[in-house]
């Protein structure tokens, strides 16, 4: 790729030198045959001399007349930039042409002859820069729409039979930052310019404690530019940030909810409060589980006895349980007290024998 930009600039610097050395040589024939003119006119007359070789040294003094300015242009991204060259007489204009110098690109060339109405261009691939007009009416340049990539240096060269005129131009190509402003929960405030070209400024009103950092370039030239803003123990309610900008000037501003940080009694409150409520609710658990196996031990030692005399004495409760002269004490006492029961209530009971 260098070799081939490198050989167009050599291709078209060639054309452009032979085409001054050829109008050098056609000067310096004109000029031999106004010296001839000159000498046969100093055979006629003296007076008639002296005003032919007046007339030739102006001339001279006039092709070496050079004439350079420089301009430094910023243009916004996105849109229409148009680039002239300097205000010569056209009818004296020889040759035009563009030089372009982008950032990490080879150089690019454009030319426009006069007398033969021809234009030529190299290593020119970007279709957005082109010639505004018709170069043969006006030789101006266009960039249409303009990139962030179009950073750079952009030269015109008239070339004239009264002499050379260049006009560089430094092109800026200007991107405005995206704006915004948030709260943030420690009650600070932050304002970001993200991906501005170049660097924004940030300022606040009312003033605070602000820290303003800048981010690193990106590979386009961008930048993001940040500003966090507190205010300790003043009562503030409402900011605004002001970002400034070549592209155009912002403002936002916000409504805090506090006014300043939280103190650092209340941060130690909002942090052990919790953590008390746990110990508590855990402690209270625990006490009820302890009271409840108390409660548990107590019941298994009231039934304890009762299993103890069962497990001890296995084989008299059989032998009650099954043998059948306990049987008939047991009826016996049963009519004994139901005996005295009745007779407490005053009943007497008829004795019906059985048939």
């Known amino acids: 790729m260098p070799c081939t930009w490198i050989t167009s600039d050599l291709q078209l610097r060639l054309i452009l030198t032979l085409f001054f050395v050829a109008e050098c040589l056609s000067a310096g024939m004109e000029g031999t045959k106004t010296s001839n003119n000159s000498m046969q006119q100093l055979d006629n007359g003296n007076h008639s001399s002296v005003s032919t070789t007046s007339s030739t040294e102006r001339k001279q003094s006039t092709v070496t007349l050079y004439a350079e300015v420089k301009t430094s242009l910023s243009v916004l991204v996105d849109t229409k930039a148009v680039l002239t060259c300097p205000p010569v007489l056209w009818p004296s204009v020889l040759v035009v042409t563009w030089e372009i110098v982008l950032r990490d690109k080879p150089p690019c060339f454009g030319a426009y002859r006069r007398d033969t109405n021809q234009t030529t261009r190299g290593n020119c691939t970007d279709k957005r820069i082109t010639w505004a007009s018709r170069p043969d009416e006006n030789p101006a340049l266009q960039v249409d729409p303009v990139a962030i990539t179009h950073d750079g240096n952009y030269t ?101 909810s506090q006014g300043a940080e939280i103190p650092a009694h209340l941060k130690n409150l909002y942090i052990t409060a919790p953590i008390f409520i746990i110990l508590i609710v855990v402690g209270s658990i625990w006490l009820l589980k302890i009271s409840g196996c108390r409660k548990c031990k107590l019941k298994k030692t009231e039934h304890t006895p009762v299993v103890q005399e069962d497990e001890m004495e296995p084989y008299a409760s059989y032998t009650e349980k099954n043998n059948p002269l306990y049987d008939i004490t047991n009826r016996v006492k049963t009519s004994q007290v139901l005996q005295s029961e009745v007779d407490g209530m005053n009943l007497h009971t008829i004795y019906v024998p059985r048939v």
Request: hydrophobic share 30%; net charge negative.
């Open 156 to 256: 015109c060269q008239i070339v004239t039979s009264d002499g050379n005129f260049h006009h560089e131009y430094h092109l800026q190509v200007l991107v405005p930052p995206e704006v915004t402003l948030i709260q943030t929960e420690k009650g600070t405030a932050v304002c970001k310019a993200a991906a501005g070209k170049p660097a924004a400024q940030i300022s606040w009103t009312p003033e605070g404690d602000c820290d303003t950092e800048q981010g690193p370039y990106w590979g386009d030239g961008t930048v993001t530019v940040q500003s966090t803003c507190r205010w300790g123990s003043r009562h503030v309610l409402n900011v605004s940030c002001s970002v400034s900008h070549l592209a155009g000037n912002k403002s936002l501003s916000i409504q805090l």
